[in-house]
């Protein structure tokens, strides 16, 4: 590998920034294809298949063997609302190799005995969201059901591509809610992105069940192909 | 896994910048039971210092080995690790499996 590739490499990651590395195993050629350039790439097709699995692998294409080596950041769930359906989502995500955070003002709710061993921030959005780096490795949810604190949440999440985004809530619920996030300013294809009501329709009752509703809503956005995702 | 790898990458940098003779090992294919991914690295250098891992301690040695030599030809290897190949390579994997490592230069 060429110092300045692993160089580019390196500082495609750290800028949490998905890069492939495409090597010819018997030919000894290598080259790194960023997230953005996948699209034009001759090997786009595999390339876009295996960023969204997240594997590395050999591939057999037209220009023989390749290994490519996948770099993808690791996903983040961000959960606004330190309550209930957070006690089993945060460790749900935890187990499928998230960072999870939780963000609410609410002291009595945002407290590190109800989530152990989880990052708990007990700030408004506007303040503690922005250092958390949301992007499109990020899923993000809303679960407080209190305009104050998802609206501003919800809005910090459509200023940015993350590749989830749900809110809590029934239709009537989202109802008030859209309109109050269009008054802001939010466009009709914006809030289209808002998955509501939240996560499967699984039939899910209690707090746990509609975490793993939520859990397999998110994992469906991030592994299936969007048009696909769309038809289930 | 991710940030395991990435120190590793940002090690085989590190070292290279710094003027040492550096070999990144890779697991590029596993058959059967393999103790580490694809996409596992490995970084050597010329001293036979390492860091990261391509199976669970069984071939590390071997790896090691062969990737000074690839810091001193400069040519990419690719290494087979298994059941069958025990007797040529002197290590195998003990839980059965198979895996093959791609060894390259940095430079």
Redesign the interface.
């Known amino acids: ?3 300045d590739l ?2 580019t ?2 500082a495609e ?1 750290a800028a949490r920034r998905a890069v492939v590395v495409v ?1 010819g ?1 018997e030919t ?1 050629t ?1 080259r790194l294809v960023k997230a953005a350039d996948v699209a034009t790439d001759p090997l786009a097709e595999v390339i876009e298949k295996r960023l969204r699995m997240g ?4 591939e057999e294409t037209a220009q023989g063997r390749v ?1 490519l ?6 996903p983040q769930l961000v959960i606004t609302g330190a309550v209930h359906i957070s006690q089993t989502l945060a460790p749900l995500g935890q187990m499928l190799d998230y960072d999870v955070s939780i963000v609410d003002p609410r002291t009595a709710f945002a407290t590190p005995e109800r989530f152990p061993g989880v990052k708990v921030l007990a700030e408004w959005p506007d303040a503690a969201l922005p250092p958390l780096n949301v992007d499109r490795y990020t899923a993000f949810v809303t679960l407080t059901h209190d305009p104050k604190i998802d609206d501003p949440a919800l809005l910090h999440a459509l200023s940015r591509d993350c590749f989830y985004i749900g809110a809590l809530g029934s239709r009537k619920t989202h109802g008030r809610r859209l309109e109050r996030l269009k008054a802001e300013g939010v466009s009709d294809a914006a809030l289209a992105r808002i998955h509501a009501p939240i996560g499967l329709a699984i039939g899910a009752v209690s707090p746990a069940e509609i975490a793993v509703a939520i859990m397999a809503e998110i994992t469906m956005r991030l592994r299936v192909k969007q048009d696909k995702a769309e038809a289930a | 896994m ?2 395991r ?2 120190d590793i ?2 090690a ?2 590190d070292w ?2 710094a003027g040492r003779g550096v070999a ?1 090992a ?1 697991v ?2 596993t058959w059967g039971s393999a103790p580490r991914p ?2 596992s690295n490995l970084v050597i250098d010329e001293e036979g210092n390492f860091l990261g891992s391509v199976s669970g301690g069984c071939v590390e040695g071997a790896v090691v080995t062969e990737a000074i030599d690839v810091i001193e030809s400069g ?2 290897k ?1 290494l087979e690790f298994g059941v069958a190949d025990e007797t040529a390579w002197k290590v195998g994997l003990s839980c059965g499996g198979t895996i093959r490592v ?1 060894v ?4």
């Open positions: 590998m060429k110092l692993l160089h490499l390196n990651r090597t195993t000894g290598q594997k590395s692998g050999m290994f080596t996948v770099h993808v950041p690791s | 991710l940030g790898d990435e990458l940002k085989a940098e290279s910048k990144l890779t590029v294919e694809v996409g040519k990419p690719t791609y390259e230069k940095v430079s």
